[in-house]
């Protein structure tokens, strides 16, 4: 399949209940503005000279987005799940930026903190001077079978309505 140039990326979070757990995904999914595209999941790099949206744009139905997500599920009630994505940005613009994903049966601030040290550690291990850091985490308690999910979205003008 060939991909089409990656253009903008944008995060999206949400949680949900569903009747099982894949019902729970599809609605966290929908919640997030995201159901309705096919996600290929994809490890964590954001292209230099990309557009970071505020929000995440409307998407042409059954787009196939390249994606790096996490979600997790949860059938205990009462329990904390959380989902959380974040983006480390290089002080150098010309490079490119390293996204990572997490998710726990734990507080959504569990997961941010977490998703903060990957990132500090991602650019250690690069030996890269890290700039901008952006955090997205959502958190559920569970009634009977839930899911929380955090995606960054690697977007190319041919995606968006």
């Not at 099982?20 to 994809?42: E, F, H, Q, R, S």
């Not at 996204?99 to 998703?115: G, H, T």
């Not at 952006?134 to 309505?161: K, N, P, Q, T, W």
């Amino acid at each position: 399949m060939p991909w089409k140039k990656v253009t903008k990326v944008a995060v999206a979070v949400g949680h949900a209940e569903g009747f099982t757990a894949l019902n729970a995904l599809d609605n966290a999914l929908l919640a997030a503005g995201i159901g309705n595209v096919n996600l290929v999941k994809v490890t964590s790099i954001i292209p230099p000279d990309v557009d970071l949206l505020a929000e995440m744009p409307k998407i042409r139905p059954g787009a196939i987005v390249p994606t790096a997500y996490a979600s997790q599920t949860g059938r205990v009630e009462g329990e904390i799940i959380s989902a959380a994505v974040g983006y480390g940005l290089p002080e150098d613009p010309a490079r490119p930026g390293v996204i990572m994903e997490y998710s726990d049966k734990a507080p959504r601030e569990v997961a941010e903190r977490m998703i903060r040290r990957m990132i500090e550690a991602a650019f250690r291990t690069r030996g890269e001077p890290l700039g901008e850091v952006r955090v997205f985490g959502v958190e559920h308690r569970v009634e009977r079978i839930g899911c929380a999910v955090a995606a960054v979205a690697l977007l190319s003008e041919d995606d968006l309505l």
